[in-house]
């Protein structure tokens, strides 16, 4: 049921910016973009959301497309401890708290 | 840390026995949810209460069931456990049951169920 696809891992050197991508192609016009991530068999946290426009904040950036069939999440300074999976979402438009996770991607940030 | 707390963190069943999970939802959240994430993929969603009310429900069975009380904390019940049950059940809480301005879910860290 996810409706987003995303690489399954990606690695980046540390101090160095992560690009994220994410696939949304199905995305309706009042559906936001998530994104959160998970360290290792920790529970999910919220990194970032958006709209349309793009969006900041102290942890990440968010560049959604202007067709809004896909966005990037950016980490400006990838640190090891960024190393996680990232899951972008689509939160539903009538179910607003039913997330859809898909498989995510393994950012492995190395020294 | 988010204030959401579950319990216990670790379980150990067997095969057509039935399980309860516990959630403590962050202060001032009326909105609990549930996921099931089996081991190398993604959360799926389980089902939704808000003010004490299933108000979503994602592709389970019947014997997955729930419950929210008045102080908004919530229960995960699964009845007949299978070998496939085994997974991280997470419990999170946000505020506003229907408002898609409400943000983030704050997510506790997770009931691990092993079922044999």
């Known amino acids: 049921d996810a409706k987003t696809t995303q690489p399954p891992s990606m690695d980046c050197a540390e101090g160095r910016a992560a690009n994220l991508p994410c696939n949304h192609s199905?995305?309706?016009?009042?559906?936001?973009v998530y994104w959160y991530r998970q360290i290792h068999s920790q529970g999910p946290q919220y990194i970032i959301h958006g709209l349309k426009n793009n969006e900041t904040n102290e942890m990440a950036s968010l560049i959604i497309t202007e067709d809004r069939k896909s966005s990037t999440l950016i980490l400006p300074h990838a640190t090891l401890r960024d190393t996680a999976v990232y899951y972008c979402i689509v939160r539903e438009k009538y179910n607003f708290n039913k997330f859809y996770f898909g498989s995510g991607t393994k950012l492995n940030v190395k020294p | 840390e988010t204030g959401v707390t579950q319990s216990p963190t670790h379980l150990i069943k067997t095969r057509g026995q039935q399980v309860t999970l516990r959630c403590s939802s962050q202060?001032?959240?009326?909105?609990v949810s549930w996921y099931q994430q089996a081991l190398g993929q993604g959360p799926q969603f389980i089902f939704q209460?808000?003010?004490?009310?299933?108000?979503g429900r994602g592709n389970f069975p019947p014997r997955f069931s729930g419950l929210q009380f008045p102080n908004y904390s919530s229960e995960l019940n699964v009845n007949a456990l299978e070998l496939d049950d085994s997974a991280l059940y997470l419990c999170?809480?946000?505020?506003?049951?229907?408002?898609?301005?409400?943000?983030?879910?704050?997510f506790g860290e997770g009931s691990r169920l092993t079922v044999l």
């Open positions: 999170a809480s946000s505020l506003g049951g229907g408002n898609p301005n409400t943000g983030e879910l704050f």
């Open positions: 199905t995305i309706s016009g009042n559906e936001y």
């Open positions: 202060s001032g959240h009326n909105t």
């Open positions: 209460y808000y003010r004490e009310e299933e108000n």
